[in-house]
Nanobody, 124 residues
């Protein structure tokens, strides 16, 4: 069993920065692959950034060069550093975990464990 809990969301003006955290606990094998997703009303859930074994990372094109995903050395905390925020980044952000990352895709349907989400609002 894996438990995930996001924090760090809030409201910021366009161009600002936020750092999201995801506290992870439980079976470390089932959280070798961790990712951030986001969801806005009326849109499909989309992958934002993914990290595998605290090493390999991928980013969605929409956030490349602005967001950074990382983990602490214990892999108990996942971070998402969000810079140069835009109004279109407004969403509920979720962290997710599974045992292994699959290729270069986010594949949200394959993630087993999810946090409750944290709201990010970016105003223009």
């Amino acid at each position: 069993q894996v438990r995930l809990a996001e924090s760090g969301g809030g409201s910021v003006q366009a161009g600002g920065s936020l750092i999201l955290s995801c506290a992870a606990s439980g079976d470390i094998y089932n959280r070798r692959c961790m990712a951030w997703f986001r969801k806005t009303r009326g849109k499909e859930r989309e992958g934002v950034a993914r990290i595998f074994d605290n090493d390999g990372v991928i980013y969605a094109d929409a956030v490349k060069g602005r967001f950074i995903i990382s983990q602490d050395n214990t892999r108990n905390t996942l971070y998402l550093q969000m810079n140069s925020l835009k109004p279109e980044d407004t969403a509920v952000y979720y962290c997710a975990a599974r045992d292994s990352c699959v290729g270069g895709e986010f594949a949200p349907h394959a993630f087993i464990y999810w946090g409750q989400g944290t709201q990010v609002n970016v105003s223009s």
